[in-house]
């Protein structure tokens, strides 16, 4: 009888095996792990964040400044570290945020249909619908008005308004493969069998749709860290001059002709960040694909 | 207030726009050196005809000067809409325009009592639709910019002063003021409105005539397309004979600044507005086919501080700010700020000097710092002033004036969003006074906010902030601005809530030398009262004065007769231009 069902151990043993399978899923979880620790170390530059050398503006790579120097002398490399601590974090948390609401959402309203799937859907259109500008603007005033300062700028806020305005997505994308899924026989047969709601919800159909979803959660880290220097202009979100990933880029635009690397360091790490993201949500669909797991035995 | 270039972000598949910038830099005596270069797109380089395309950071709102809250509208609209009976030429002098002549006690155009002025028009002027232009016109747009209710936002001042106007035939035009208004020609410096292609003076805000202006300018519009381009093509009812010289006028509306400077290196445009770069980078990356040229521009940057306590209800400096309340920390701020390094290396040569509120014009006050860049002085000040160096870096209260011991010394400090310009003497700044044990934490937030109204919540127009920073600008005519901001009548309240007062600085001696300066005629008595004002500012510092922008203007170098003015926009005397044969 034991042989039938394999105990949860042995399953988590065999999603970590099947994980690191996938190479480069591998290598990005040590790329993403080096990233947050450097951001973490940071202090251990010899520079601050916002020290300033205007004389020494405009510096090419060098050894005293590795990645250069920005408009006000200060060493882009200890901006970058610094601004790692902000951009993953908002990248990374508003991200999983709004999976969690959305595959929450999306979820109840596939798998029970009728009036719960109307409700839900009308609920994620008016969010759709509404130009997310104006929610911003409106909230912004409100923030100015309730006069607590670090409520404003901090970086907790941020994620909750990038999540707030972008769980829809994942949302609908789950709720179609809910309603696809739930017609399936082998929820069928979990039902027949006594299954609770929750139960099939949470380990029958729920496996099958992790690939999607993390395919959709890669694709909004990287608007996410962008979204996050955009928020300052609406004066919320993180103030200069505390250094954000998206806030270098967005300076080092106007100064393309002038200084083209400031550029490039920041859309570096970026791109780096976003497809460490990318591989590793390919090497966890492999990891819980239960066609995957099936085909093995 | 200036809008500058617009930085686009894409969030969550809406674009959200913002307003900043570039300014130009040093004395543009570089002329045009040589006209081998191609020039490309729509352009014919020919005299007499052909198309420039001028690029503009942002898409202004309408081409009425008068309904502009930003200054984009009059690059623009300076082309078509705004040529009235007098213009003020590059060297400052007024000049006359449509009239025939200044009116001035000298010729009688201008009575004994300063209460009189008559207005003579030239002979047979037209529309751009073809109809006369009459004193008619000059008496419709006194109805209008006398109407409280056209939501006029600039240019209104001295017209709620005309009690009447008269038109005893069609070229002349008798103004009766109730009381001597020495800004008399300035008033009619941006144009007149047609009575016959308008509409209502209270219904001006729906006026077609804003989008497709009927004027007396050198071009007209001929297509709009919204987000991308203005055309204008040549007003053959011009009054000036043989002019334009061009056909046609583009304005093409691109925001990115690299994408400005790129089309200017493929010949797709021939005026470009505020390059982001510095004048040298500009005429190396554009040799032989662009130049730099620079002016003095009027945009005076400052901090404002808030003397009365933020958040307390109380609108007025009754009760003082905690921190700077106490003018010997005011003294303090003024004396961390290393103003060479930040004129020199962080704004990049873009701007120059100034130190008080009067830093151009024939009402230019020339006065010293009062308080130069001295680490020092500003420690021992802020020491007398009973702040200590806490274990942190930042200073906290132990005896000072206003503020409970203990409370650390920390400021807000306000400023708009997207003006890179801005942002890195923002930075800088915070960095300096950090130095002394000062923090400052900068919230920008965007245009709209930082200058909205006291109905919109404005922190500024509510007294909710710590300092701003900001760059602000006056024409010819100093005595509007000037009475607004420092008046003590003028202090922004519920009760007066266009007041622009946002220090809530009461200066008995400031209060009357506005009073003589908005009543004199006499340039050499409303300059000294100007300075009195100025030197007040310096000694009670509501504001530090930090530089002016350097207005910078790249164009073509096969164009002729572009002559950049610091009073003007960058379409003005564009009936001047041609392209080099």
């Known amino acids: 009888m034991s042989d039938l069902r394999p105990s949860e151990q042995s399953l988590a043993r065999t999603v970590i095996r099947r994980f690191f399978k996938h190479k480069l899923a591998g290598i990005a979880v040590a790329v993403l792990a080096f990233l947050v620790l450097a951001s973490v170390f940071a202090f251990l530059s010899p520079y601050t964040p916002t020290g300033q050398e205007p004389a020494n503006k405009f510096q090419t790579s060098s050894v005293e400044h590795w990645f250069g120097t920005d408009e006000l002398g200060r060493d882009i490399f200890t901006r970058i570290l610094y601004g790692g601590r902000v951009s993953l974090a908002v990248g990374l948390l508003s991200t999983f945020l709004s999976i969690a609401l959305g595959v929450v959402v999306g979820a109840l309203a596939g798998y029970f249909g009728g009036w719960t799937d109307s409700i839900l859907m009308r609920i994620t259109d008016a969010f759709l619908t509404f130009p997310s500008i104006f929610v911003l603007i409106i909230l912004g005033a409100y923030l100015r008005e309730q006069q607590v300062p670090w409520l404003k700028n901090s970086v907790v806020i941020v994620i909750i308004i990038i999540a707030a305005l972008s769980w829809m997505w994942p949302a609908r994308l789950v709720r179609g493969l809910f309603l696809v899924l739930r017609e399936r026989e082998f929820v069928n047969a979990t039902r027949a069998l006594g299954g609770s709601h929750l139960r099939i919800i949470v380990r029958h159909i729920l496996p099958n749709c992790i690939g999607p979803i993390l395919v959709s959660g890669t694709l909004q880290m990287a608007s996410a860290i962008i979204t996050e220097s955009g928020l300052s202009y609406l004066g919320f979100g993180v103030q200069p001059p505390t250094p954000t990933w998206g806030s270098i880029l967005s300076t080092a635009e106007n100064q393309v002709f002038r200084a083209p690397w400031i550029a490039f360091y920041p859309g570096l790490m970026i791109f780096v960040t976003v497809m460490a993201i990318n591989y590793i949500g390919d090497g966890l669909r492999d990891a819980f694909d239960p066609y995957v797991v099936h085909a093995e035995k | 207030m200036k809008i500058k270039l617009l930085t686009l972000f894409v969030i969550l598949g809406l674009v959200l726009s913002a307003c900043g910038g570039g300014s130009g830099e040093t004395q543009g005596g570089e002329t045009a050196p040589a006209t081998e270069s191609a020039s490309g797109g729509e352009s014919q380089p020919e005299a007499g005809g052909g198309t420039v395309t001028?690029?503009?950071?942002?898409?202004?709102?309408?081409l009425n000067y008068f309904l502009a809250d930003a200054s984009i509208v009059r690059q623009a609209a300076e082309a078509t809409s705004m040529t009235g009976l007098a213009t003020i030429n590059e060297n400052g002098d007024f000049v006359a325009v449509l009239a025939d002549g200044l009116p001035t006690l000298e010729n009688g155009g201008l009575s004994e009592d300063y209460l009189t002025v008559t207005w003579k028009l030239l002979p047979d002027?037209?529309?751009?639709?073809?109809?006369p232009l009459t004193s008619d016109d000059i008496k419709f747009t006194v109805e209008v910019l006398s109407n409280p209710d056209s939501g006029a936002l600039v240019g209104t001042t001295g017209f709620d002063l005309i009690t009447s106007v008269e038109t005893p035939d069609d070229l002349t035009a008798i103004l009766t003021y109730s009381s001597p208004y020495p800004g008399y020609i300035d008033q009619f410096a941006y144009g007149l409105f047609p009575r016959h292609a308008t509409?209502?003076?209270?219904?001006?805000?729906?006026?077609?005539?804003?989008?497709?202006?009927?004027?007396?300018?050198?071009?007209?519009?001929s297509e709009w397309v919204s987000g991308e381009s203005i055309t204008m093509v040549r007003n053959p009812n011009y009054f000036e004979a043989g002019k334009p010289y061009l056909e046609s006028l583009v304005f093409r509306v691109v925001p990115e600044p690299a994408a400005q400077t790129a089309?200017?290196?493929?010949?797709?445009?021939?005026?470009?507005?505020?390059?982001?770069?510095?004048?040298?980078?500009?005429?190396?990356?554009?040799?032989?086919?662009?130049?730099?040229?620079?002016?003095?521009?009027?945009?005076?940057?400052?901090?404002?501080?808030?003397?009365?306590?933020?958040?307390?209800g109380d609108p007025t400096a009754s009760a003082p700010h905690p921190i700077l309340g106490d003018l010997r920390v005011r003294q303090a701020i003024a004396s961390a700020i290393d103003y060479d390094t930040l004129i020199a290396d962080v704004t990049d040569g873009i701007t120059s000097p100034s130190t008080n509120p009067f830093a151009y014009g024939w009402y230019k006050c020339d006065l010293p710092r009062p308080f130069p860049y001295d680490v020092e002085k500003a420690n021992q000040l802020l020491e007398e002033a009973g702040w200590v160096m806490g274990d942190d870096g930042i200073r906290v209260a132990k005896g000072a004036m206003y503020a409970k011991d203990g409370t650390r010394l920390s400021l807000e400090l306000q400023g708009y969003t997207s003006f890179d310009p801005l942002q890195r003497t923002e930075e800088f700044i915070v960095e300096n006074l950090k130095a002394v044990g000062i923090e400052a934490r900068i919230q920008n937030y965007d245009f709209s906010i930082i200058f909205g109204t006291y109905e919109d919540n404005s922190p500024r127009a509510v007294g909710d902030f710590d300092m701003l920073i900001f760059d602000r600008g006056f024409t010819t005519e100093p005595q509007s601005y000037n009475f607004d901001a420092y008046h003590s009548s003028r202090i922004t309240t519920a009760e007066n809530p266009t007041g622009g007062n946002y220090f809530r600085w009461v200066n008995a001696e400031v209060d009357a030398a506005l009073e003589t300066a908005g009543s004199s005629f006499d340039i050499e008595t409303r300059k000294a009262a100007y300075c009195a004002v100025a030197e007040q500012v310096n000694k009670d510092l509501p504001q530090v004065y930090l530089y002016v922008f350097i207005d910078g203007y790249g164009f073509a170098d096969n164009l002729t007769g572009y002559m950049p003015s610091t009073w003007g926009s960058m379409s003005w005397g564009a009936q001047n231009w041609k392209y080099v044969e």
């Open chain 2, 199 to 221: 509409g209502e003076p209270a219904d001006m805000m729906n006026w077609e005539w804003n989008r497709n202006p009927v004027g007396a300018g050198p071009f007209i519009v």
């Open chain 2, 263 to 312: 089309m200017m290196l493929n010949g797709e445009a021939q005026i470009h507005l505020w390059p982001g770069e510095t004048p040298d980078e500009y005429n190396t990356l554009l040799k032989g086919k662009a130049a730099y040229a620079t002016v003095p521009g009027i945009w005076n940057m400052a901090i404002d501080f808030n003397l009365s306590a933020p958040f307390d």
């Open chain 2, 54 to 62: 001028l690029i503009l950071p942002e898409e202004p709102a309408n």
């Open chain 2, 125 to 131: 002027l037209k529309w751009s639709d073809g109809e």
